[in-house]
């Protein structure tokens, strides 16, 4: 079974700063693709980013990029410019490309704080 | 506009008795999912089903039960025999691709008293 760990509870980066929310996995599979999510205090989930492992180029969406390390099975977030609105739980999540198992497996998650 | 709705947003029940979360969707999405969430749980999947009429256990599923007779609806029952059913309860779903991830509802949460 795949497993992912977000080894930091809580960051905090200061307004127009940048942070790096970090996430690793385990997997014996090839082929998957990765999600970091975020739940601002209203809880809903919004996806922020996603990362197909078959493609070796970094996905980027605007102020949001990954480094994807396919070896080292990690997969950190990197947020520029942070913003006040960027303060929530960030959530990183992997999903198979193959199987008759569609779910998403999450990590424990981590609060971002954005201090002025 | 298309969307997953799930209701009510807050549920109180007493110790010992059966409550029912819905969640229906509109985005004629075939898989819908059910996770619980606690603080430094991260999410954790409690029953999912992939298609009308067919539904298989999550990593928790004991203390839940499922069905999923309209393709739109996918009611998650929290039964007595769940030892600790306080949580906060999201349902979600996703189309065949599974490069797009899930399209989350708003979540329930629920407090047993």
């Known amino acids: 079974a795949q497993t992912v760990t977000q080894s930091q509870p809580e960051m905090s980066v200061q307004e127009a700063e940048t942070v790096t929310l970090s996430c690793t996995y385990d997997?014996?599979?090839?082929?998957?693709?990765l999600f970091w999510y975020k739940q601002p205090p209203s809880r809903q989930m919004i996806l922020v980013i996603r990362q197909e492992a078959y493609k070796q180029q970094n996905a980027t969406e605007n102020r949001f990029s990954v480094n994807f390390q396919k070896a080292a099975k990690s997969f950190s977030l990197k947020i520029s410019d942070s913003q006040l609105g960027d303060a929530a739980m960030y959530f990183c999540?992997?999903?198979?490309?193959?199987?008759?198992?569609?779910?998403?497996?999450f990590g424990t998650g981590t609060r971002l704080q954005v201090t002025l | 506009d298309g969307g997953i709705t799930q209701s009510p947003k807050y549920l109180f029940r007493k110790e010992g008795q059966n409550v029912t979360l819905s969640c229906e969707q509109n985005?004629?999405?075939?898989?819908m999912y059910w996770y619980r969430q606690d603080p430094g749980q991260g999410l954790r999947l409690i029953y999912y089903?992939?298609?009308?009429?067919?539904?298989q256990k999550g990593d928790i599923a004991e203390g839940y039960s499922v069905s999923r007779e309209k393709k739109e609806s996918f009611p998650l029952t929290v039964t007595s025999a769940q030892k600790n059913p306080t949580a906060f309860y999201l349902c979600?779903?996703?189309?065949?691709?599974?490069?797009?991830?899930?399209?989350f509802g708003s979540g329930t949460r629920l407090t047993v008293v």
């Open positions: 985005l004629n999405h075939d898989a």
């Open positions: 999540a992997y999903r198979s490309r193959g199987g008759t198992a569609s779910k998403l497996t």
């Open positions: 089903s992939q298609i009308v009429n067919d539904f």
């Open positions: 979600a779903s996703s189309i065949g691709s599974r490069v797009y991830g899930y399209t």
């Open positions: 997997t014996s599979e090839s082929d998957y693709y």
